[in-house]
Nanobody, 121 residues
Framework: QVQLVESGGDLVEAGGSLSLTCTAT??????MAWYRQTPGKQREWVAGLMRDGSTRYGDAVKGRFTASGDIAQNTFYLEMSNLEPEDTAVYYC?????????????????WGQGTQVTVSS
């Protein structure tokens, strides 16, 4: 089993930056994704960090967000810059040894509890 804990969510002004961290324990993780969700909306895939080291981003965040990871430390990051009010959401870390393709993106077994990001205009 994998336990995921996100941290770093905060209230920030539009145009500002924020860094989220996801720490995994239980098993080694070499691939993961970031999702976000706002009340009443479907969960949205934000970024993926693949096992080959490549990264992928949703169109809404491309060029503004950067996903990275320290495999040895089982820790993953989402650097967010030029934040917009539309980025306001609960951000979730998603990882695990088993993945399934949901639409165009991978979803993994385990989820963190989420961390709130609020961007004020």
């Amino acid at each position: 089993q994998v336990q995921l804990v996100e941290s770093g969510g905060d209230l920030v002004e539009a145009g500002g930056s924020l860094s989220l961290t996801c720490t995994a324990t239980g098993k080694s993780v070499n691939e993961m994704a970031w999702y976000r969700q706002t009340p009443g909306k479907q969960r949205e895939w934000v970024a993926g960090l693949m096992r080959d080291g490549s990264t992928r981003y949703g169109d809404a965040v491309k060029g503004r967000f950067t996903a990275s990871g320290d495999i040895a430390q089982n820790t993953f990051y989402l650097e967010m810059s030029n934040l917009e009010p539309e980025d306001t959401a609960v951000y979730y870390c998603n990882a695990g040894p088993i993945r399934k393709l949901i639409g165009l993106h991978f979803e993994y077994e385990y989820w963190g509890q989420g961390t709130q990001v609020t961007v004020s205009s």
